[in-house]
């Protein structure tokens, strides 16, 4: 068990929602060393996530450049301003050799995964094995390496935006503060975990027709652009694409936050979503739901293997819909489901109070 920390680095190189589901690891640190500044080093596209979190004393990123030479210059230039911390603990949630001789090459406690090669645990100081079934159990079982108990860890993921993200929303749609609405985004990194898009706009239809507007959002590639107009046109009343590629992270999860549902797949937004612990229906198909499912309980999951069987991950077809076995009426049902749920309790507070 580390006895004194006073300063912590936290490296995890992923995608945005890998990194939002580190958050737990975050608090739990911070509330076992209250009085530690807490670094992370994380590629530089995932900082705009947690950007607006206050617990991150510094962030340290890591580019990714083209070329053997800008590559090392970049590892190089990290490693001298970290070494200047002098860093009590270092603890590594991400899987790269670089990183990992990155860190060996500090001298500094350090803690991560354990693995079959050898050569990987003795970069660190200590390695202890994953347990736990979901990816948040999986990232604290990490801490248990260095004397955490399970009453020491803290689960909860949380999500910081600015005054000046709603601010920004506000500025586009006014009536945000005046209309219940619901954020679908039905977009993906990947095509397999995509939904039919005509079964989409049955929902959005639906919505429409219990008097809830409709945001579409997505990311700024083109394709994500593409795939939600051509939703919106399949729609009887064209939900709202405005949002749509145009938001910063933290101005999407603004949106999210005062949302009454959120609908989407298996992407870093349904994250934010429970982070955010608003009402969400997420789609999954042929990825492992059990380790990667929104982690809240306000969440209802659809799973396409319901309907027909999943393929293993060694078999997967990256080039089909999977979510196309989840038929429509599923979700609908979902949506009314906690849409009814919410009015209710919403009832209950406004009898109490």
């Known amino acids: 068990?580390?006895?004194?920390?006073?300063?912590?680095?936290?490296?995890?190189?992923?995608?945005?929602?890998?990194?939002?589901?580190?958050?737990?690891?975050?608090?739990?640190?911070?509330?076992?060393?209250?009085?530690?500044?807490?670094?992370?080093?994380?590629?530089?596209?995932t900082k705009a996530i947690l950007a607006a979190d206050e617990r991150i004393h510094q962030f340290y990123l890591v580019e990714k450049k083209p070329g053997l030479f800008a590559t090392i210059k970049n590892y190089l230039t990290l490693r001298r301003e970290l070494k200047k911390n002098r860093y009590d603990l270092i603890v590594n949630l991400t899987e790269q050799w670089p990183i990992g001789a990155l860190i060996a090459s500090l001298g500094?406690?350090?803690?991560?995964?354990?693995?079959?090669?050898?050569?990987?645990?003795?970069?660190?100081?200590?390695?202890?094995?994953?347990?736990?079934?979901?990816?948040?159990?999986?990232?604290?079982?990490?801490?248990?390496?260095?004397?955490?108990?399970?009453?020491?860890?803290?689960?909860?993921?949380?999500?910081?935006?600015?005054?000046?993200?709603?601010?920004?929303?506000?500025?586009?749609?006014?009536?945000?503060?005046?209309?219940?609405?619901?954020?679908?985004?039905?977009?993906?990194?990947?095509?397999?975990?995509?939904?039919?898009?005509?079964?989409?706009?049955?929902?959005?239809?639906?919505?429409?027709?219990?008097?809830?507007?409709?945001?579409?959002?997505?990311g700024p590639a083109h394709s994500e652009q593409e795939q939600v107009q051509r939703i919106a046109t399949l729609c009887i009343t064209k939900p709202d694409t405005r949002f749509a590629g145009k938001t910063t992270f933290l101005q999407l999860a603004a949106l999210i936050d005062h949302a009454a549902l959120y609908i989407g797949v298996d992407s870093a937004p349904m994250h934010m979503a429970a982070a955010l612990d608003t009402p969400q229906v997420c789609l999954f198909g042929a990825t492992n739901y059990k380790q990667w499912r929104p982690w809240s309980d306000k969440a209802t999951l659809i799973w396409a293997g319901a309907y027909h069987p999943m393929p293993e991950r060694k078999d997967l077809d990256r080039s089909q819909k999977y979510l196309s076995w989840i038929p429509e009426h599923a979700v609908i049902e979902a949506v009314d489901a906690i849409l009814k749920n919410e009015n209710e309790q919403n009832n209950e507070i406004k009898i109490d109070g």
Not at 13 to 27: N, Q, S
Not at 124 to 153: A, C, W, Y
Request: glycine residues 4%; proline residues 4%; aromatic residues 10%.
């Open 1 to 45: 068990m580390v006895q004194k920390v006073d300063r912590i680095l936290i490296c995890k190189l992923k995608f945005y929602g890998d990194v939002l589901l580190t958050t737990p690891v975050i608090a739990s640190l911070q509330a076992r060393y209250p009085q530690a500044k807490i670094d992370f080093l994380l590629y530089k596209d």
């Open 108 to 218: 500094q406690s350090s803690i991560a995964f354990q693995r079959e090669k050898q050569l990987w645990n003795r970069l660190f100081t200590r390695v202890t094995p994953m347990t736990g079934t979901h990816i948040v159990e999986q990232n604290l079982s990490l801490l248990k390496g260095i004397g955490f108990t399970d009453s020491d860890l803290k689960p909860q993921m949380q999500l910081h935006y600015r005054e000046s993200d709603v601010q920004a929303l506000l500025a586009l749609a006014p009536e945000l503060k005046q209309q219940p609405y619901v954020v679908i985004q039905p977009t993906a990194r990947q095509s397999f975990k995509c939904w039919d898009e005509d079964k989409f706009a049955s929902v959005i239809n639906h919505l429409h027709a219990t008097g809830l507007k409709v945001y579409l959002t997505c």
